[in-house]
C-alpha cells in the first residue's frame, strides 16, 4: 500500500470511508433544526450518549425555542444537570432561544456570521449545523476530528489549532465529501482511534499511520 504522500492519504482515507459508510450523519438526536442545536450545544466536553439521554425529556417540555424562551436556566437545568458544565448549558439554551424568537422570528439562523451571534455556539457547533441541517460543505473540528487528523497525517504539526485543521482539512476534501468526512474522521476518532489506547489492530489505516511509516510531504 503506497500512501506515502498526504494527498495519497486522502485518496485512500476518503475512498475508504466512501465504500465502507456511505450513509453516515451525527449520532445525536433530534427532530428540527432549534434541537439539533440544542443538542449540539449541550455535546461540548460530553458524549453524545449522555446528551441522547437527557435530549427526550428536554424536547417534550421544550419542543421549540417558542417555549424554551418562556423558561428560566433553572427550569431548563432540571433536565440537562448530569451532562458537562449544566448550568452555563441551561443558561445558553435560554439565551439563544430568546435570541431566536426575538432576532431571527423563532427560525435558526443559517449562516457562520448569524449562528455564532447565538449565546454558547461557537465555530464547531456552528459547523454541524452547517453541514448536518443545511448540507453545506462544512466541517467541525472537536476534540476526535483533531486528534484523527494529527495521527493519521492528514494535517502538517504546525496545524495546532482546531481552525487550522478545518482550514486545511477543507483544501483537501472534495465539496462534496466535506459534510461526511467529519462524520467519518469523528467516528473513527470515537470508536477506533481513541485517546488512549487506540485500537490499532482493527484500524484499516495502520500499515501507513505515521508512527508506523515515514510520510513524505
Not at 498526504?6 to 445525536?28: D, G
Not at 427560525?107 to 451571534?117: A, I, Q
Not at 481552525?163 to 483537501?172: A, I, Q, T
Not at 490499532?200 to 511509516?213: E, G, L, Q, R, S
Request: proline content about 6%.
Amino acid at each position: 500500500m503506497d500512501c506515502g504522500t498526504r494527498k495519497e492519504r486522502y485518496q485512500y482515507i476518503l475512498n475508504y470511508f466512501r465504500e465502507k459508510m456511505p450513509l453516515v450523519t451525527t449520532e445525536l438526536e433530534f427532530g428540527s433544526a432549534f434541537q439539533l442545536l440544542c443538542a449540539t450545544v449541550l455535546s461540548a466536553q460530553c458524549t453524545d450518549k449522555r446528551v441522547n439521554m437527557v435530549t427526550p425529556s428536554l424536547f417534550r417540555a421544550y419542543p421549540t425555542s417558542r417555549e424554551m424562551a418562556q423558561a428560566e436556566p433553572d427550569d431548563v437545568l432540571t433536565y440537562v444537570k448530569s451532562v458537562s458544565y449544566p448550568n452555563s448549558k441551561a443558561r445558553h439554551l435560554v439565551e439563544l432561544s430568546r435570541m431566536i424568537e426575538s432576532e431571527f422570528g423563532g427560525e435558526v439562523p443559517d449562516t457562520m456570521e448569524l449562528l455564532t451571534k447565538l449565546p454558547g455556539v461557537g465555530r464547531k457547533t456552528a459547523n454541524v449545523m452547517q453541514a448536518v441541517w443545511f448540507g453545506r460543505s462544512a466541517i467541525a473540528v472537536d476534540t476526535h476530528v483533531f486528534r484523527v487528523s494529527h495521527r493519521l497525517g492528514l494535517v502538517p504539526k504546525t496545524a495546532n489549532t482546531p481552525r487550522k485543521v478545518e482550514d486545511y482539512l477543507l483544501k483537501h476534501i472534495p465539496a462534496s465529501d466535506a459534510a461526511d468526512a467529519h462524520h467519518w474522521l469523528l467516528l473513527h476518532g470515537r470508536y477506533v482511534c481513541t485517546s488512549r489506547s487506540p485500537h490499532c489492530v482493527t484500524c484499516p489505516f495502520t500499515a501507513f499511520c505515521p508512527k508506523n511509516d515515514a510520510m513524505k510531504p
